[in-house]
């Protein structure tokens, strides 16, 4: 069996995914939620997308008959950034954190995302109980999580690659970007931020690239997923970056074990583990 | 899964093609510096945050030659928070002069466009109080 064909009949735990679809609707909600309100623009098209948004988001994070939502959510958030931002005019809405993020919706409708935590779930226990069943496995064809993982570490990649100058690795562009966020042009630098800039700018590049290719080598993960979720975590709290974090902490999920996941929260809960 | 099961060809062809779609545009952009294509990303972020802008410092230039380090904020009745070009530190540089009276020079650096390094424009011996010195 070649290596194409083990990822693509790859199967697990469905939970993964099911997380990542409560999130994502999350923070699209967190990203569009108040700028699609109602009050903000009554034009037909607006409107439509006023009731869209709110209708599909939630039916998405309940997850009934989600074989449906999550292809009406990717839809969904496709229309926002191509339709209304990359050839609506609006520019805000067409920046690389909701490309990201447009990206995926469509990658998580390839997966099973409505076979755990959801009403779906809910309905599949209920109808094994009544007939005296044991619940179906929350189990399922996860290929779809493989392009997620490719969205995160094409996107490690490219931005590494795009750092690669002496402008970035000496410090010099995250001095700039030090001065437009904070500083203003009076800047007089201190004895050893020169160094300071270039050790951070250089470690960023470092640490991308590892991140690029190492996030698939499951060895890696116990050290490189707490050092991805820290770069994120300081982005975050040091320049704007809306939610581009909490986008990528959520990807994150693609390189964790599915089915280690799904034991850790049986056991979280207080289940008996799984017979493997 | 059974040994020798093969993928359904439809998933490998949405497969391939999501994989080729995520790197189109960095392929474009960053390779070929051409425009991508709208519907895909380059990954080029913040490239353009920071990358027109200057950083000054300033000083006074004593009557014994030292140079005494100058609060252009408090100094310019009117200061602007960012000076995003050689001709705006000059500018800037000018005033300082004719409101202090005094012989006020700047280490100055100003980002190059397209995410390059610093340029140095002015140096603290570079005179800018002089009508016609500097640009």
Request: aromatic share 12%; with cysteine.
């Amino acid at each position: 069996m070649s290596v194409l064909d083990r990822i693509l009949l790859r199967e697990g735990s469905t939970r993964a995914v099911a997380l990542m679809r409560i999130l994502l609707v999350f923070v699209v909600w967190s990203r569009w939620a108040n700028e699609v309100l109602l009050l903000r623009d009554l034009s037909a098209p607006r409107l439509a997308l006023t009731v869209a948004f709110f209708t599909i988001t939630a039916w998405m994070a309940v997850g009934l008959y989600t074989e449906v939502a999550k292809w009406a959510f990717a839809g969904l958030v496709c229309t926002i950034v191509f339709g209304f931002g990359v050839y609506g005019g609006l520019e805000d809405w067409a920046h690389h954190h909701t490309t990201m993020l447009a990206n995926a919706a469509v990658f998580l409708a390839f997966t099973p995302c409505g076979r755990s935590l959801s009403l779906d779930r809910w309905r599949a226990v209920r109808a094994a109980e009544a007939a005296g069943q044991p619940p179906p496995p929350e189990r399922g064809p996860l290929w779809g999580v493989t392009l997620l993982g490719l969205l995160v570490s094409s996107l490690y990649f490219w931005s590494a690659f795009d750092k690669t100058t002496w402008a970035f690795l000496s410090g010099q562009r995250l001095e700039q970007i030090f001065v437009e966020l904070y500083t203003g042009s009076d800047w007089s630098p201190p004895t050893g931020a020169g160094l300071g800039f270039g050790v951070a700018g250089t470690l960023v590049v470092l640490l991308e690239y590892t991140l690029a290719f190492g996030l698939w080598v499951p060895r890696l993960r116990r050290v490189l997923i707490p050092a991805g979720l820290l770069l994120h975590g300081v982005f975050y709290a040091l320049i704007p970056v809306y939610t581009f974090t909490v986008s990528m902490w959520t990807l994150y999920l693609a390189f964790v074990d599915p089915d280690a996941l799904h034991d850790a929260l049986d056991r979280l809960l207080g289940h008996p583990p799984r017979v493997q | 899964m059974p040994p020798g099961e093969r993928a359904p060809f439809l998933r490998v062809v949405v497969f391939v093609l999501a994989a080729v779609h995520l790197q189109v545009g960095s392929v474009y952009q960053q390779l070929l510096h051409r425009r991508a294509p709208p519907t895909t990303m380059s990954w080029e972020m913040y490239g353009s945050v920071g990358s027109k802008v200057c950083a000054t410092a300033w000083f006074v230039r004593t009557a014994d030659g030292a140079l005494a380090p100058l609060d252009r904020q408090a100094a310019e009745p009117a200061p602007r928070r960012f000076l995003r070009t050689q001709r705006e530190v000059q500018d800037a540089a000018r005033r300082l002069c004719r409101t202090l009276g005094a012989d006020v020079r700047v280490e100055a650096r100003c980002a190059t466009r397209g995410g390059g390094p610093w340029r140095s424009v002015f140096q603290p011996d570079d005179q800018l109080c002089i009508p016609g010195a500097g640009l």
